[in-house]
């Protein structure tokens, strides 16, 4: 049977050492750090909760590259959050913590941009804030690093510097909620799958930033991320 429309073209994330990680899903830990949960006007240690975005989101950038993203529409408060993104290479429900790590495919570094204004807006209103997380571009990433390269990252620093200036500095060890315990618990509300993204949360700095601007952000034995907003 012939399809009525051309299907979307698959996402993919380039990988060191050669070839391509397709994209399934994009899932995103909420206040993963305590001090930038803190800074967001909430208690250091709560149950982890996740959002996701669209898979297209990815805006993959080459190590060594500046990449570009647009301003978005809709918004005035266009904000960085710097993130380990764990790639997932195999699936599973319900998975236990000590296997979670089995899982991991690789990592890269990561920027959830974020529409702060009208993500405080539907909060206020006790609507979903996908507009404030979930639009194009919003999900920039450096190519993924297999973990058998890296090996597992339980700590390291994490930064973000906009024009050079810095606005993040955090350590991976900083994680309220640890990447096996993160898979632990997404995998009890969802069937993970070959190719899904998990941005584990941010350190706490997140600020704004306009057009113009160059964010650069770096974790320690991944590498670095540099993005100009347009």
């Known amino acids: ?36 949960a803190r800074e967001m006007g909430h208690s250091e240690r709560e149950p982890p909760f996740f959002f996701l ?22 918004t005035a408060d266009l904000q960085h959050e710097v993130e380990l993104v764990v790639a997932i290479g195999t699936g599973g429900h319900d998975i236990g913590a000590a296997e979670a790590m089995g899982h991991v495919w690789g990592y890269a570094v990561g920027l959830d941009m974020t529409r702060r204004d009208r993500q405080s807006e539907m909060k206020k209103q006790g609507r979903p804030w996908e507009i404030g997380k979930a ?47 993160i898979i632990g618990q997404l995998s009890r509300a969802w069937t993970l799958q070959p190719g899904d993204l998990v941005y584990t ?30």
């Open 135 to 181: 639009f194009e571009q919003s999900a920039p990433i450096s190519p993924i690093v297999p973990i058998a390269r890296s090996g597992a990252l339980a700590r390291g620093a994490i930064t973000l510097e906009v024009n050079s200036q810095p606005r993040q500095k955090g350590d991976l060890s900083d994680l309220i909620w640890n990447v096996a315990e």
């Open 53 to 74: 975005k669209p898979a297209d989101a990815v805006v993959p950038v080459p190590f060594g590259e500046t990449g570009t993203i647009d301003y978005p529409s809709a």
């Open 1 to 36: 049977m012939s399809h009525v429309l051309a299907p979307a073209v698959t996402p993919v994330v380039p990988v060191v050492g050669g070839g391509t990680f397709a994209v399934h899903r994009i899932y995103c830990v909420g206040r993963n750090y305590a001090e930038h």
């Open 201 to 230: 949360g941010t350190p706490a700095g997140v600020g704004t930033v306009v057009r113009g601007d160059v964010m650069q952000a770096s974790i320690a034995g991944v590498g670095t991320l540099r993005v100009a907003v347009r």
